[in-house]
């Protein structure tokens, strides 16, 4: 299950290995619709298009978007950062 979680490399471009990325866990910052405070969300990449050079995430709480390249950069290098607060891996430790 651990190699599920990508390891980030801030050089790397996602287009070069699009469908590397597929099941990996990412996270981005949304606005929690709860608290109205800016909030950490985890997911998981679920599907490349390469037609549209974008990548769909579907994040723990249901809610889905779909990533363009600048995205995955940044979404990669916040899950890279904030990773110990991913409740997937808290669970398996």
């Known amino acids: ?4 979680y990508a390891k980030f490399n801030e050089e790397e471009d ?6 590397a990325y597929v099941g990996k866990r990412f996270a981005k910052i949304f606005k929690d619709e709860q608290t109205g405070k800016s909030a950490v969300f985890f997911g998981t990449v679920q ?8 990548w769909h995430v579907v994040y723990d709480d249901n809610d889905h978007d779909d990533n363009d390249k600048n995205d995955m950069q ?3 290098k916040l899950y890279h950062e904030q990773k110990s607060l991913d ?3 808290r669970l398996n430790k």
């Open 47 to 54: 599907s490349y298009d390469a037609k549209n050079k974008f």
């Open 87 to 89: 409740p997937k891996v």
């Open 74 to 76: 940044a979404g990669m």
């Open 1 to 4: 299950m651990l190699e599920n």
């Open 14 to 19: 996602p287009e070069r290995h699009a469908d």
